[in-house]
């Protein structure tokens, strides 16, 4: 019997032991990166399991199956199971039917260029991957270029995709910062940017952490990559680790622990002049915003509004995305932080419909389905201070719609914000509020469908 496990491990050139077992053993540290279990980070096989694998004489067990469906990204049921034909037979061959005389070869045309695309990015990637490893004697350039090319990649994505759309590139973008600076290959003038993409993969793991409601892996992710900023050297990029531990403990219900780290995060971007410098002060008044320290919220915003008017972009603007503080999260955040306050008016609930409406057009560059999520809910809470019910449900309604691999924390955290104004408000009794708040009480996400 041919397996699907066995067309792919010669679809990736892998079948040779040492190949399969250099990228098993990464997959199986990826894995231990996202589910905690450190055992996973020394797991590996045999040359004898692994023939016995591809042969189908053996099936694997336990720990192996998890980390096989994680390396091919497809359910161990459908890896040993027998390979369809369309799989079995090599892409680039197609077997005539007696139908295709009576086929529009226009109909699948989307479908052909859709799997032309696939096939094209597989061969790039594994190309990329045996240029790497006919640099494994040394790190070379064409090595970092790649790493420095995917940091930029996955920083700009990472607000705008759903995170199961780019996180096993990020762990493989880690795993292997990681493994260049074990080596003990790189030059010396290698090892600051090393440790600066090791910081940043890491810091970006740490917010991915976040997203899956994993507060305890995020903050271990965070603290790694705030020993691997300062390895580095850059201050803008420390200062940014501190934010995202501010981030973290802000939505895990720490708001002592956020103002904490966001108010470290500040004394660390004194003369910076990115937008980080911006970001700080922002996360600073959300914070003081959950304890109810309304002088801390107003003088925090003051200090970001005035930090706006000296940026100048630096490295880690240029890197867009996830690294970058733009005016319309800004806006967001101070809504946010007065909202929090639990008191809103008139004048509130037009500041929030502004802050929403920035993240209507999603062809801009700081679109971020989060932050846009978070707009939309601020703003059903200003409205419910003014006793607009109506106005609320339509607010949230955006949120509640989105796909569930969009529901991170922060946006269900929100939404759930809203929930408890609304057995708050005067019109908790009302048929829109009681639905409502069934709705939102239902509204969650599975969680992440890790191989197992």
């Given at each position: 019997m041919v397996t699907l496990l066995?067309?792919?491990?010669?679809?990736?050139?892998l079948k040779s032991y040492d190949d399969f077992i250099r990228e098993y053993e990464q997959a199986a540290v990826a894995l231990a990166g996202i589910t905690g279990n450190a055992a996973l980070r020394s797991h590996t096989v045999s040359k004898r399991t692994f023939e016995r694998w591809y042969s189908s004489s053996a099936v694997p067990?336990?720990?192996a199956r998890r980390v096989l469906a994680h390396m091919f990204q497809q359910p161990i049921t459908q890896l040993l199971a027998?390979?369809?034909?369309?799989?079995?037979?090599?892409?680039?061959?197609?077997?005539?039917?007696?139908?295709?005389?009576?086929?529009?070869?226009?109909?699948?045309?989307?479908?052909?260029?859709?799997?032309?695309?696939?096939?094209?990015?597989?061969?790039?990637?594994?190309?990329?991957?045996?240029?790497?490893?006919?640099?494994?004697?040394?790190?070379?350039?064409?090595?970092?270029?790649?790493?420095?090319?995917?940091?930029?990649?996955?920083?700009?994505?990472?607000?705008?995709?759903?995170?199961?759309?780019?996180?096993?590139?990020?762990?493989?973008?880690q795993d292997e910062?990681?493994?260049l600076l074990e080596s003990g290959r790189t030059k010396p003038s290698q090892s600051r940017d090393l440790y600066l993409l090791a910081a940043l993969s890491s810091g970006m793991l740490a917010k991915a952490g976040h997203d899956l409601g994993d507060p305890h892996s995020a903050m271990m992710q965070a603290r790694t990559a705030a020993v691997c900023a300062d390895k580095a050297e850059h201050q803008p990029l420390s200062a940014w680790?501190?934010?995202?531990?501010?981030?973290?403990?802000?939505?895990?219900?720490?708001?002592?622990?956020a103002l904490h780290y966001a108010a470290h995060g500040a004394s660390l971007a004194q003369g910076l002049r990115g937008s980080i410098s911006v970001w700080l002060p922002s996360l600073q008044s959300r914070a003081a915003a959950l304890l109810g320290d309304e002088e801390t919220v107003t003088s925090s915003a003051r200090l970001a509004t005035d930090l706006r008017d000296r940026v100048e972009p630096d490295d880690l603007d240029q890197l867009g995305g996830l690294l970058l503080f733009p005016q319309i999260r800004q806006n967001y955040y101070q809504v946010?932080?007065?909202?929090?306050?639990?008191?809103?008016?008139?004048?509130?609930?037009?500041q929030a419909e502004n802050a929403a409406q920035?993240?209507?057009?999603?062809?801009?560059?700081?679109?971020?389905?989060?932050?846009?999520?978070?707009?939309?809910?601020?703003l059903a809470?200003?409205?419910?201070?003014?006793?607009?019910?109506?106005?609320?449900?339509?607010?949230?309604?955006?949120?509640?719609?989105?796909?569930?691999?969009?529901?991170?924390?922060?946006?269900?955290?929100?939404?759930?914000?809203?929930?408890?104004?609304?057995?708050?408000?005067?019109?908790?009794?009302?048929?829109?509020?009681?639905?409502?708040?069934?709705?939102i009480a239902t509204f969650n996400r599975p969680p992440l469908a890790l191989p197992r």
């Open positions: 066995r067309i792919l491990i010669d679809r990736r050139g067990q336990n720990d027998p390979a369809p034909l369309a799989t079995a037979t090599p892409p680039h061959v197609r077997l005539a039917t007696d139908d295709d005389q009576r086929i529009d070869p226009r109909a699948d045309s989307d479908a052909d260029l859709h799997e032309m695309g696939r096939h094209a990015a597989m061969a790039a990637r594994r190309a990329m991957e045996f240029a790497m490893g006919a640099e494994r004697g040394e790190v070379g350039q064409e090595t970092m270029a790649y790493l420095q090319d995917e940091v930029r990649r996955i920083a700009g994505s990472y607000i705008r995709v759903p995170l199961n759309h780019i996180l096993d590139d990020l762990i493989s973008l910062a990681f493994r680790v501190r934010g995202l531990q501010s981030l973290i403990a802000y939505w895990a219900g720490r708001p002592e622990d946010e932080a007065l909202a929090l306050l639990g008191h809103g008016d008139r004048r509130l609930v037009h920035a993240f209507a057009d999603t062809t801009d560059p700081n679109w971020s389905f989060g932050d846009a999520a978070g707009a939309q809910s601020n809470l200003a409205r419910l201070y003014v006793d607009d019910l109506e106005g609320a449900a339509e607010a949230i309604r955006p949120v509640l719609d989105l796909p569930s691999e969009q529901r991170n924390a922060g946006i269900i955290y929100s939404a759930h914000r809203v929930r408890s104004a609304l057995s708050k408000g005067r019109s908790h009794d009302a048929l829109v509020a009681r639905r409502l708040s069934e709705e």
